[in-house]
């Protein structure tokens, strides 16, 4: 694994940079084995966007490397969190938390355009997400990104249930991407398993319905913060953390349940 400074400043300018072949074919057959588990045993945080009776299975669930241990592996000995302390240039990088995100073959549901960071009770710079398919995904398919979306300001989270508006956060509502999306600059990646896509908190992002009748869209997310990064205890509605880590506004985030996993100078992680 090699971050360059194309890598770097790509990341810094364009708040999104997709990185080829950086994961070891073991990792993604860990991650494949752990989604099954996930799957067929749902945590009490998952969520089913689509509607009874409808095609396909948007599925969603979240702090997967708490209760099952290929997630855990990956959180801990691969090569992510360094790959996000070279790429942010961190001294060092804390696990936040970890998304599973499942679109069967046939699903209409769309992810809609959001900025991560305003759902999460974190402030700083240094914070970000490693996409990674565990499946082929074609540029129709995956996840889109406003490149440079990463220097606007907080927008409104809304929850994608029923797209109802997060109350009490005194953040204005997101532009309406779609109505006018010549405006901005849409950047989307045909990827492979072992590809990995990283992206700023605030950048802008959403996602179609994975319309193949055949080709699975499996992605496992986790989050990661740098050296900028305090806990922040926001107004109103927030998501993440799903538990009290015993934090207050300000704090650094070393505790227990957002680890330091990476340091600068350790050895390097094979992929």
Known sequence: MRITEADREAFARDGVVCLRQVFAPHWIERLRAATEEALAHPGPLAEDYTPPGKNGRAFNDLDLARRIEGFARFVHESPAAQLCGELMQSRKINFFYDQLIVKEPGTAEKTPWHQDQPYWAVRGRQVCSIWLPL?????????????????????????????????????????????????????????????????????????????????????????????????????????????????????????????????????????
């Open 135 to 271: 499946d082929p995904v074609g540029r129709d398919t995956c996840v889109r990104y406003v490149a440079g979306s990463h220097e606007w300001p907080e927008y409104n989270p809304h929850h994608f249930a029923d797209d109802s508006a997060y109350a009490g956060t005194g953040l204005p509502e997101l532009p309406d991407i779609d109505a006018g999306p010549d405006a901005y600059d849409i950047r989307s990646f045909a990827v492979e398993p072992g590809d990995c896509i990283v992206f700023s908190a605030m950048t802008v992002h959403g996602a179609p319905g994975n319309a193949s009748a055949t080709t699975r869209r499996r992605a496992y997310a986790t989050r990661w913060c740098g050296d900028d990064a305090r806990y922040h205890v926001r107004p109103g509605e927030c998501a993440i953390p799903t538990r009290d880590p015993g934090l207050k506004d300000g704090d650094h985030l070393d505790c227990a349940d957002f680890p330091v996993i990476w340091r600068a100078g350790t050895a390097r992680q094979e992929a």
